[in-house]
């Protein structure tokens, strides 16, 4: 089986004023955090040394990933990062083919960084661009422009990195699809092979739900949002890009294989303040409190760690968010999967759960392919055009 790890590094150079993801901007304490998450590391592989990992649906890609995601793992000394990512590899004899992603920012990635990842055993990057539009930047509090994220791009590349993703951010107000439909080109002019594109979403606690959570339907009228949604989704169609989820695409053989893992419904493992993971029936998370951690990581036993993972008890810094049953496994799969291109797979469900789809989520099915929202193709159910924008509505008939 294979295995998937998030590592979730939150130090970032400054806090993007749409982000609700844990991050600190003091790195004061990164030696000492990445000294805890390589501990945790060890104590993971030690654990699952023990441990089938049977994954409920099966990967449709055996290759292992390690994720290096945050937070800007671009922003602490590349040394930390490297020996982490060292210690990963020896401590799952993570295999040779494995996909193994770092998040960069043009603002912090350096030809230097670039060639510590190269060596290190990374080989694909994911460039937080968010946009190629100066005003739309500043708007976004970003610390780099247009020419900034050209270049990290190129330097990118250059370093021998073939697996380019980055990501953008649309429905921003002053955005434009015309601006959007730009830079998607000039993505694939620099050999860019995989896009994330994302819409705005107003987030609790974050500077523009404050600045924007009354008004930001009248800045971006929710229909124009969907015209620039699907727009782009048109754009990226052209140029030869499969939106395989509802915010990613990619050219031919470079889907993500760390992101299909997780609406595969795979287990994936978590290191790292913020981080979160799922293992047999428990998904667990890591409180967002890198002092916690710290502290947690350099005194926590194997056995109370693994007595956690279990279910059995808590951590002062982790925390079980929910044990699974059978049926919250079934509800999962609409889910994850509803966002996917491939949409759910029939026969894969039958032959995990032992029951047709339709028996258990009957009703949700009728009700969605009459309102033209779901459509059945063969032994698959997926969502229609129309149904991509009310995915939220669709997905919550079979929660």
């Not at 590094?9 to 805890?36: G, I, L, M, Q, W």
């Not at 193994?100 to 060639?115: F, G, M, R, Y």
């Not at 100066?134 to 250059?158: C, F, W």
Request: some cysteine.
């Amino acid at each position: 089986m294979a295995r998937h790890i998030y590592v979730h590094n939150p130090f970032c150079a400054r806090k993007c004023p749409y982000c609700d993801f844990y991050s600190v901007a003091d790195t004061s304490e990164s030696n000492a955090f990445y000294k805890a998450a390589l501990r945790e590391a060890k104590l993971l592989g030690e654990i699952m040394k023990d441990s089938s990992g049977k994954d409920h649906i099966n990967d449709r890609d055996d290759r292992d990933t390690v994720y290096f995601g945050g937070g800007t793992p671009s922003v602490p000394d590349s040394r930390l990062i490297c020996d982490l990512l060292s210690g990963i590899l020896d401590a799952f004899s993570i295999s040779s083919d494995a996909e193994i992603t770092i998040e960069v920012n043009p603002s912090s990635v350096t030809d230097e960084k670039l060639s510590d990842y190269k060596l290190a055993g990374f080989n694909r990057i994911s460039a937080g661009v968010q946009s190629l539009d100066d005003e739309v930047l500043k708007r976004l509090g970003r610390l780099h422009d247009s020419k900034d994220a050209v270049d990290a791009i190129k330097r990118i590349t250059a370093a021998g990195f073939n697996n380019v993703s980055a990501d953008l951010i649309t429905g921003v107000p002053g955005g434009t699809l015309d601006g959007i439909k730009k830079d998607i080109n000039t993505f694939y002019s620099l050999g860019v092979k995989h896009i994330s594109t994302y819409s705005l979403m107003l987030e609790e606690g974050t500077v523009f739900f404050e600045r924007y959570g009354k008004t930001i339907e009248d800045l971006m009228p929710p229909e124009k949002e969907r015209e620039m949604y699907h727009g782009t989704r048109d754009c990226l169609r052209s140029l030869g890009y499969e939106t395989y989820e509802i915010s990613n695409s990619a050219l031919p053989g470079y889907r993500s294989i760390h992101n299909s893992a997780y609406w595969n419904s795979c287990e994936y493992l978590a290191v790292g303040a913020g981080s979160h993971g799922y293992l047999g029936n428990v998904r667990y998370g890591h409180e967002d409190d890198i002092h916690a951690y710290i502290e947690e990581m350099n005194s926590v036993s194997e056995e109370d760690y693994r007595a956690f993972l279990e279910g059995n008890d808590r951590l002062s810094s982790l925390y079980v968010e929910e044990i699974l049953s059978e049926e919250d496994k079934m509800r999962e799969v609409p889910f994850l999967r509803l966002r996917t291109d491939e949409g759910i797979l029939l026969d894969e469900f039958k032959n995990v759960f032992g029951v047709e789809f339709e028996d258990v989520f009957g009703q949700a099915v009728k009700t969605n392919i009459e309102k033209g929202l779901l459509e059945r193709k063969e032994r698959t159910l997926r969502l229609t055009r129309s149904g991509l924008d009310l995915a939220n509505k669709v997905i919550e008939d079979f929660l």
